[in-house]
């Protein structure tokens, strides 16, 4: 047994005053054995749960991404994590809001979740690997969900494609759509992961407006922004048939790098992602919105660096 030191003048055995100083540590009564033993055990919990930790994250980190419930209840929980204001993003050149010619959301039909076909008079279907994107709009103003909120969503195609716009389907309205937010300023869409095309990481365009009756005016947008995806889940997609030029595009850019991104890496645009190429994924961004500010250049058809294979801007 190890004997007691001494420490500025006081008998202590680690860093406890002994109760019988000129005696053995094993000669120091029952309150003295009692504390020493609950002192141990404190150190060994905190041990342990350090370890059930490391453990869980551990088993969190694999490529296995979490299914039914469990898989909806990640998503909802990241998804809900407002860090502040959506940063105001272009546009693009393929908006087909009717700030640069084609307007979609004059449109009857164009308030839908599934959007992978076209609509009306159009008949075509993107084809890629299943994607469904939920964004939880918060007003930051109210300081709650901005139920009734019109989310207005557009992307490229697996060929990195904008219907009504670039070289073979212009005459298509696929991948673009709106939903009106439910009282946890949720909405959700439908769709196919989109491609990589030169000179941009691959993203996904949107709009808010405060309501249904506003989106056929863009300038009523209260805010313009796009979700960045992360790289180890385009790695995955691409990889895929269909996805072959989207390999090498994604090669020769970065997120630090992008023009729209690169600013700040896109850390409050970086999409939270569950699922797999088998069943699909579910891209999640949680969208702060401030109904006080005005909205900041987001529409428009300066083209945001990079043009899909034949785009045609209006």
């Known amino acids: 047994m190890a004997k007691h030191q001494r420490q500025d003048g006081v008998s202590s055995y680690e860093g406890r005053p002994l109760a019988r100083p000129a005696e053995e540590i094993v000669d120091q009564g029952l309150g003295f054995d009692v504390g020493t033993l609950l002192s141990r055990r404190r150190i060994l919990a905190l041990v342990g749960l350090g370890a059930a930790t490391a453990g869980l994250s551990a088993c969190g980190s694999g490529s296995s991404a979490p299914s039914g419930a469990s898989a909806s ?92 716009y670039s070289a073979g389907v212009t005459d298509q309205n696929y991948l673009r759509g709106v939903q009106i937010a439910d009282a946890a300023g949720a909405v959700r869409f439908t769709s196919v992961f989109p491609a990589c095309y030169s000179g941009r990481w691959p993203h996904i365009h949107f709009e808010v407006y405060p309501d249904q009756a506003s989106i056929t005016d863009a300038t009523k947008a209260i805010a313009t922004s796009q979700v960045a995806l992360p790289k180890d ?23 630090a790098g992008d023009n729209v991104f690169g600013d700040d890496g896109g850390a409050s645009q970086l999409a939270t992602v569950s699922g797999g190429v088998g069943d699909g994924y579910t891209v999640a961004l949680a969208v702060g919105v401030d109904t006080t500010t005005a909205a900041g250049g987001g529409a428009g058809g300066g083209a945001p660096g990079g043009r899909p294979p034949g785009g045609q801007p209006g």
């Open 73 to 164: 209840s990640a998503v909802s929980s990241a998804a809900s994590d407002v860090s502040g204001e959506i940063p105001e993003e272009t546009a693009g050149p393929y908006p087909g809001d009717g700030s640069n010619g084609p307007d979609v959301l004059e449109q009857s039909g164009v308030v839908r979740g599934d959007i992978r076909s076209s609509f009306g008079t159009a008949t075509g279907t993107a084809e890629g690997v299943p994607m469904v994107l939920e964004l939880t709009v918060t007003d930051l103003a109210g300081g709650g969900a901005f139920a009734g909120a019109a989310v207005y969503v557009w992307h490229c195609d697996r060929e990195g494609r904008y219907s009504m």
């Open 233 to 255: 889940v385009c790695d995955q997609v691409y990889a895929q048939p269909g996805y072959e030029a989207s390999t090498r595009n994604l090669s020769r850019v970065s997120l």
